[in-house]
């Protein structure tokens, strides 16, 4: 069968025709996108909790940046690095908060700030490393499972089952234990355990939702293959689910890192949760004396994962209209 | 003439959203006498089933009556609490809602659910005698009364639609409002069905109000007819009038827009345009830019709801020679 | 008539009723069984019936959104006819430029992330037509014939912005977009208020003859099949069972089920009072439905023949009027 051809020339006026092949349509595209981010923000900014959230978040930020910038300008590297620094003008360690040492000294001598700076930057390469795997795993699965059905989809959600029925932090000590893991490894892993376990389920799901939506049907008619619909009508459909699955990943992530870390399972060089660790070894942990050994990594912790939360509620208002107010 | 029963008296009300507030009742005024049955017409969105919630009071948290008064036997229903307008609401006036399916409740057997509705609004209740009526109810709608027993999944979708107009029975309303109660229905099962409700209605001498966007279904079940258009009421008068002398060009539009399978196949009009935003509805007739007689002053100037002779009452500048 | 553009020969869909992994289904719904029509080119032939008749699992196999059971669908394409039926891969692919279809809800039917253009577009860039600048002529080019202009106001535009008409103005030139011959019409005006509803009638008409498409419009209302098409065929539990002109079947149903059917629809004028036919039940799923006559259960004027005999074929009671019962 050959195309069929017809001309429609003279339903469209030269001045249109002129100003379609001015205006490139990635410019558009651009444009358009812009648009919608506006709007989203707006919807966001709504919301105070979300800010607030989003305040958390940008604090820490700026402390990971800074980090490298005072080593190189401010701090003397022998004194304040976090890992093989040692304060030598304190004659006690752990030494409480002095305007040398803003946040006192380790027991091993070693600036607290500095190293709570320095962790702030693991922490979100990790979480935002793992959170980047679950979701790429999640979507994929999820719209393969529920376009294909079948043994695919029984296979997919069979393992879920399985990784959701398995304790989350009892593996990774496991794991820890057998491995030694590092950063990269145990973002790797996180990202692996919760893309293939309940996200997959819940953008699974979602993706079920769009499949039985008519304009999947106008894709088939038109001819588009199995592949072409997983792309441009159902991943698309499922990125804003996705997107708020990720910020809920990067807090399950910094969370089990502080736990790991806290057993002393990571090979990993500073964390808050080894800060904490580093603490109980020395036999402060609940001393409220030395305080500046738990509290600033404790709260980062909680503060920086209740962020993430946060900013997850509020983009579900984003995402899902039924929540927002009217 | 009877004594009116309902008198809708520039009833107005709006909905707050985000993007601002939207008119969707705007100065409807109507009667309703004993024993009438109105059909309200008109398209989606122009305001037929918002008069509707204002008049039981079901208004959703953020919809506001924002002034006229709903004078049921001469009591004004606008002012009063959610606590008094429990005592007309159902056993005054009750309403068979469009999807038959969400308002019957799947774990409840359907006759126990009517007579839940019954001890809700009744005082002297007694099961014994709520049963015998759900059962007279029953043989009414034409349901079997053996079926009272049954779950609502074990019901097709008529006799669902049967049920629930049972239900608004139960107390023996004076008004009854149907909004949409066949749209979901096949045309065999929706005639059964507007055929028996029009025969209950008349038989028990109530008030129907009968909501719908399909005239031909109007036609059917109406002594009077009110179209709507955009929160405004823009004509009434009784359906054999308003089917053949339609005032105001909307209804002229929508009746000549209709296909009907008998008589001549005669040219379907065509309205341009689309219905207005109600967030920014236009000035002066609401119908103005859609309208082939719009003038300066219709885009100016409200245009009274007058009579036009033999209880025909229209709101239009430019009207059509009857 | 003059060679039919589309055939259906025997078509049939039976969707099992429980899935097992092991355990093929005892029990089928017989959707569609054995039906037959054709249409010529430049006709538009009405597909009328309740829910659950069938008539959108037909339309669905004549674009292949199902496979049939049983059956043949042949399609007139340089000349020749091909079986659409059982085309696979590459050939199903190019057969979609041919075939298209409509579909009943303008809110459900365009992907809500995807503008004007994308939507429109998409048939062309998964069929490899044309490249972006031809491709965005094109769109435009379309969107003046469904009357919204001037295209580039709408081109980049969401769905959400545009209005049920205006969006079913956009499905349908997406639909012909690659210069379909036939179209399969489901239901497209039944979600608009009737103010609306007259317009895409008529450029669906004046469509039609601008670019020579033929129609199977899909739908519950007479009234509007009326205005619509030359001709209908009435389904009833998966089966035709009667096919006639427009007016003919109107003015003179001979089927029983028709003539209940016709009684039913409610008249826009006071004036005129419908007799009554009435018929008992309500529409049964057909699941393994008897050998006989499927309206027997509900029929006021069957008798033993009926019940003794299989369902009756349709027969030509004269003037292109086919009618399937033995009592007529």
Same mark, same amino acid.
């Given at each position: 069968? =050959?195309?069929?051809?017809?001309?429609?020339?003279?339903?469209?006026?030269?001045?249109?025709?002129?100003?379609?092949?001015?205006?490139?349509?990635? +410019?558009?595209?651009?444009?358009?996108?812009?648009?919608?981010?506006?709007?989203?923000?707006?919807?966001?900014?709504?919301?105070?909790?979300?800010?607030?959230?989003?305040?958390?978040?940008?604090?820490?930020?700026?402390?990971?940046?800074?980090?490298?910038?005072?080593? +190189?300008?401010?701090?003397?590297?022998?004194?304040?690095?976090?890992?093989?620094?040692?304060?030598?003008?304190?004659?006690?360690?752990?030494?409480?908060?002095?305007?040398?040492?803003?946040?006192?000294?380790?027991? /091993?001598?070693? @600036?607290?700030?500095?190293? /709570?700076?320095?962790?702030?930057?693991?922490?979100?390469?990790?979480?935002?490393?793992?959170?980047?795997?679950?979701?790429?795993?999640?979507?994929?699965?999820?719209?393969?499972?529920?376009?294909?059905?079948?043994?695919? @989809?029984?296979?997919?959600?069979?393992?879920? @089952?399985?990784?959701?029925?398995?304790?989350?932090?009892?593996?990774?000590?496991?794991?820890?234990?057998?491995?030694?893991?590092?950063?990269?490894? /145990?973002?790797?892993?996180?990202?692996?355990?919760?893309?293939?376990?309940?996200?997959?389920?819940?953008? +699974?799901? =979602?993706?079920?939702?769009?499949?039985?939506?008519?304009?999947?049907?106008?894709?088939?008619?038109?001819?588009?293959?199995?592949?072409?619909?997983?792309?441009?009508?159902?991943?698309?459909?499922?990125?804003?689910?996705?997107?708020?699955?990720?910020?809920?990943?990067?807090?399950?992530?910094?969370?089990?890192?502080?736990?790991?870390?806290?057993?002393?399972?990571?090979?990993?060089?500073?964390?808050?949760?080894?800060?904490?660790?580093?603490?109980?070894?020395?036999?402060?942990? %609940?001393?409220?004396?030395?305080?500046?050994?738990?509290?600033?990594?404790? %709260?980062?912790?909680?503060?920086?994962?209740?962020?993430?939360?946060?900013?997850?509620?509020?983009?579900?208002?984003?995402?899902?209209?039924?929540?927002? +107010?009217? | 003439?009877?004594?009116?029963? !309902?008198?809708?008296?520039?009833?107005?009300?709006?909905?707050?959203?985000?993007?601002?507030?939207?008119?969707?009742?705007?100065?409807?005024?109507?009667?309703?006498?004993?024993?009438?049955? !109105?059909?309200?017409?008109?398209?989606?969105?122009?305001?037929?089933?918002?008069?509707?919630?204002?008049?039981?009071?079901?208004?959703?948290?953020?919809?506001?009556?924002?002034?006229?008064?709903?004078?049921?036997?001469?009591?004004? !229903?606008?002012?009063?609490?959610?606590?008094?307008?429990?005592?007309?609401?159902?056993?005054?006036?009750?309403?068979?809602?469009?999807?038959?399916?969400?308002?019957?409740?799947?774990?409840?057997?359907?006759?126990?659910?009517?007579?839940?509705?019954?001890?809700?609004?009744?005082?002297?209740?007694?099961?014994?005698?709520?049963?015998? *009526?759900?059962?007279? !109810?029953?043989?009414?709608?034409?349901?079997?009364?053996?079926?009272?027993?049954?779950?609502?999944?074990?019901?097709?979708?008529?006799?669902?639609?049967?049920?629930?107009?049972?239900?608004?029975?139960?107390?023996?309303?004076?008004?009854?409002?149907?909004?949409?109660?066949?749209?979901?229905?096949?045309?065999?099962?929706?005639?059964?069905?507007?055929?028996?409700?029009?025969?209950?209605?008349? *038989?028990?001498?109530?008030?129907?109000?009968?909501?719908?966007?399909?005239?031909?279904?109007?036609?059917?079940?109406?002594?009077?007819?009110?179209?709507?258009?955009?929160?405004?009421?823009?004509?009434?008068?009784?359906?054999?009038?308003?089917?053949?002398?339609?005032?105001?060009?909307?209804?002229?539009?929508?009746?000549?827009?209709?296909?009907?399978?008998?008589?001549?196949?005669?040219?379907?009009?065509?309205?341009?345009?689309?219905?207005?935003?109600?967030?920014?509805?236009?000035?002066?007739?609401?119908?103005?830019?859609?309208?082939?007689?719009?003038?300066?002053?219709?885009?100016?100037?409200?245009?009274?709801?007058?009579?036009?002779?033999?209880?025909?009452?229209?709101?239009?500048?430019?009207?059509?020679?009857? | 008539?003059?060679?039919?553009?589309?055939?259906?020969?025997?078509?049939?869909?039976?969707?099992?009723?429980?899935?097992?992994?092991?355990?093929?289904?005892?029990?089928?719904?017989?959707?569609?069984?054995?039906?037959?029509?054709?249409?010529?080119?430049?006709?538009?032939?009405?597909?009328?019936?309740?829910?659950?008749?069938?008539?959108?699992?037909?339309?669905?196999?004549?674009?292949?959104?199902?496979?049939? $059971?049983?059956?043949?669908?042949?399609?007139?394409?340089?000349?020749?006819?091909?079986?659409?039926?059982?085309?696979?891969?590459?050939?199903?692919?190019?057969?979609?430029?041919?075939?298209?279809?409509?579909?009943?809800?303008?809110?459900?039917?365009?992907?809500?992330?995807?503008?004007?253009?994308?939507?429109?577009?998409?048939?062309?860039?998964?069929?490899?037509?044309?490249?972006?600048?031809?491709?965005?002529?094109?769109?435009?080019?379309?969107?003046?014939?469904?009357?919204? $202009?001037?295209?580039?106001?709408?081109?980049?535009?969401?769905?959400?912005?545009?209005?049920?008409?205006?969006?079913?103005?956009?499905?349908?030139?997406?639909?012909?977009?690659?210069?379909?011959?036939?179209?399969?019409?489901?239901?497209?005006?039944?979600?608009?208020?009737?103010?609306?509803?007259?317009?895409?009638?008529?450029?669906?008409?004046?469509?039609?003859?601008?670019?020579?498409?033929?129609?199977?419009?899909?739908?519950?209302?007479?009234?509007?099949?009326?205005?619509?098409?030359?001709?209908?065929?009435?389904?009833?539990?998966?089966?035709?069972?009667?096919?006639?002109?427009?007016?003919?079947?109107?003015?003179?149903?001979?089927?029983?089920?028709?003539?209940?059917?016709?009684?039913?629809?409610?008249?826009?004028?006071?004036?005129?009072?419908?007799?009554?036919?009435?018929?008992?039940?309500?529409?049964? $799923?057909?699941?393994?439905?008897?050998?006989?006559?499927?309206?027997?259960?509900?029929?006021?004027?069957?008798?033993?023949?009926?019940?003794?005999?299989?369902?009756?074929?349709?027969?030509?009671?004269?003037?292109?009027?086919?009618?399937?019962?033995?009592?007529?």
């Amino acid at each position: 069968m =050959q195309e069929p051809r017809r001309h429609l020339d003279e339903f469209l006026s030269p001045e249109e025709r002129e100003r379609l092949r001015q205006q490139p349509l990635w +410019k558009i595209r651009l444009r358009l996108f812009l648009r919608s981010l506006r709007t989203n923000w707006r919807l966001f900014a709504e919301n105070r909790i979300g800010l607030i959230g989003l305040a958390i978040i940008i604090f820490f930020a700026l402390l990971a940046i800074a980090h490298p910038i005072l080593m +190189k300008y401010v701090w003397d590297p022998t004194v304040y690095d976090p890992v093989v620094g040692y304060a030598y003008e304190e004659t006690m360690q752990p030494a409480p908060p002095s305007s040398r040492h803003l946040l006192g000294t380790d027991p /091993l001598g070693r @600036d607290v700030l500095s190293q /709570l700076m320095f962790s702030a930057r693991s922490e979100f390469i990790l979480g935002l490393v793992a959170a980047l795997i679950t979701v790429t795993i999640g979507t994929t699965i999820g719209a393969l499972s529920a376009y294909f059905g079948g043994p695919i @989809d029984t296979f997919f959600m069979r393992l879920a @089952d399985l990784i959701i029925m398995l304790p989350f932090v009892t593996i990774l000590i496991v794991l820890g234990a057998l491995f030694k893991l590092d950063l990269p490894k /145990l973002a790797l892993v996180i990202g692996i355990l919760s893309g293939f376990g309940g996200t997959t389920i819940i953008i +699974k799901s =979602q993706a079920l939702t769009i499949k039985v939506r008519t304009y999947i049907e106008a894709a088939r008619v038109a001819g588009g293959s199995h592949w072409h619909i997983i792309r441009h009508h159902i991943i698309p459909n499922l990125l804003p689910l996705s997107f708020l699955y990720m910020m809920f990943t990067v807090t399950s992530a910094i969370f089990s890192e502080a736990a790991l870390s806290f057993f002393g399972l990571l090979n990993i060089r500073m964390s808050w949760g080894l800060m904490i660790h580093t603490a109980q070894t020395a036999g402060y942990l %609940l001393n409220t004396k030395t305080w500046w050994l738990i509290v600033p990594a404790g %709260l980062s912790i909680t503060l920086l994962c209740a962020a993430f939360y946060l900013v997850g509620r509020a983009l579900d208002e984003v995402v899902n209209p039924r929540l927002r +107010k009217r | 003439m009877t004594e009116p029963i !309902l008198y809708v008296d520039d009833l107005t009300m709006h909905y707050t959203t985000r993007a601002g507030d939207v008119s969707a009742v705007d100065n409807v005024s109507f009667t309703l006498t004993k024993g009438e049955s !109105l059909g309200l017409v008109g398209e989606s969105g122009c305001g037929k089933t918002s008069v509707a919630i204002c008049l039981l009071k079901l208004l959703p948290d953020n919809a506001h009556i924002k002034g006229g008064h709903i004078y049921l036997d001469g009591v004004d !229903l606008v002012p009063l609490s959610e606590e008094q307008v429990r005592r007309y609401r159902w056993r005054r006036i009750s309403m068979i809602f469009q999807a038959a399916m969400n308002s019957l409740n799947p774990v409840y057997k359907v006759g126990d659910q009517i007579i839940e509705a019954m001890e809700t609004h009744l005082e002297n209740f007694s099961y014994p005698a709520a049963r015998e *009526k759900v059962a007279e !109810l029953f043989r009414l709608v034409g349901l079997d009364p053996a079926l009272m027993d049954q779950y609502p999944h074990e019901y097709s979708g008529g006799m669902r639609q049967r049920a629930v107009i049972a239900m608004a029975l139960a107390c023996d309303p004076d008004i009854i409002i149907a909004d949409e109660p066949t749209t979901a229905l096949d045309v065999i099962v929706q005639d059964r069905i507007l055929k028996e409700l029009r025969a209950i209605q008349q *038989k028990l001498n109530m008030g129907m109000i009968y909501i719908s966007h399909d005239i031909a279904v109007i036609a059917e079940v109406s002594d009077c007819v009110g179209v709507m258009y955009a929160g405004r009421l823009v004509e009434k008068a009784c359906t054999e009038e308003i089917f053949h002398h339609p005032i105001h060009p909307y209804t002229a539009g929508l009746m000549s827009a209709f296909p009907s399978i008998v008589g001549p196949k005669r040219e379907l009009t065509m309205l341009p345009g689309e219905p207005p935003d109600l967030l920014h509805p236009p000035p002066g007739c609401r119908f103005h830019p859609r309208c082939p007689y719009a003038t300066s002053i219709c885009m100016e100037q409200v245009p009274e709801f007058k009579e036009y002779g033999g209880d025909h009452f229209a709101a239009c500048w430019h009207p059509l020679e009857g | 008539m003059g060679e039919a553009l589309v055939r259906v020969a025997g078509l049939s869909k039976f969707f099992p009723l429980t899935r097992g992994l092991f355990r093929e289904s005892q029990e089928f719904i017989h959707a569609v069984e054995d039906v037959s029509f054709t249409i010529a080119p430049g006709e538009s032939l009405g597909l009328v019936g309740e829910s659950g008749s069938g008539k959108t699992t037909t339309g669905k196999l004549l674009v292949r959104l199902l496979d049939p $059971t049983a059956g043949h669908i042949y399609l007139r394409a340089n000349g020749s006819e091909v079986d659409i039926a059982t085309l696979r891969g590459k050939d199903l692919k190019t057969f979609r430029r041919r075939v298209q279809m409509i579909f009943q809800d303008p809110y459900e039917s365009l992907n809500p992330r995807l503008t004007i253009f994308d939507t429109i577009a998409e048939p062309l860039i998964v069929q490899g037509i044309g490249d972006v600048l031809e491709r965005e002529e094109r769109v435009a080019e379309m969107l003046v014939m469904v009357g919204l $202009t001037p295209p580039s106001s709408f081109m980049f535009r969401f769905p959400h912005e545009l209005s049920g008409g205006q969006r079913q103005r956009v499905a349908i030139a997406r639909a012909l977009i690659v210069g379909p011959t036939f179209v399969v019409a489901d239901e497209p005006t039944s979600m608009l208020d009737v103010s609306i509803r007259t317009g895409i009638m008529y450029l669906m008409q004046d469509l039609a003859q601008r670019l020579g498409v033929t129609y199977l419009y899909i739908t519950h209302d007479l009234a509007v099949a009326r205005y619509m098409c030359q001709r209908i065929a009435v389904m009833y539990l998966g089966k035709i069972v009667e096919q006639a002109e427009t007016e003919e079947l109107l003015q003179h149903p001979q089927h029983p089920y028709t003539r209940a059917l016709i009684s039913a629809v409610p008249i826009p004028d006071p004036r005129i009072k419908r007799q009554a036919i009435e018929i008992k039940g309500s529409i049964p $799923t057909p699941i393994n439905p008897p050998p006989r006559c499927r309206f027997y259960d509900r029929c006021p004027i069957a008798d033993a023949f009926c019940e003794r005999n299989d369902h009756p074929p349709l027969r030509d009671v004269g003037g292109g009027h086919y009618v399937a019962c033995y009592k007529t």
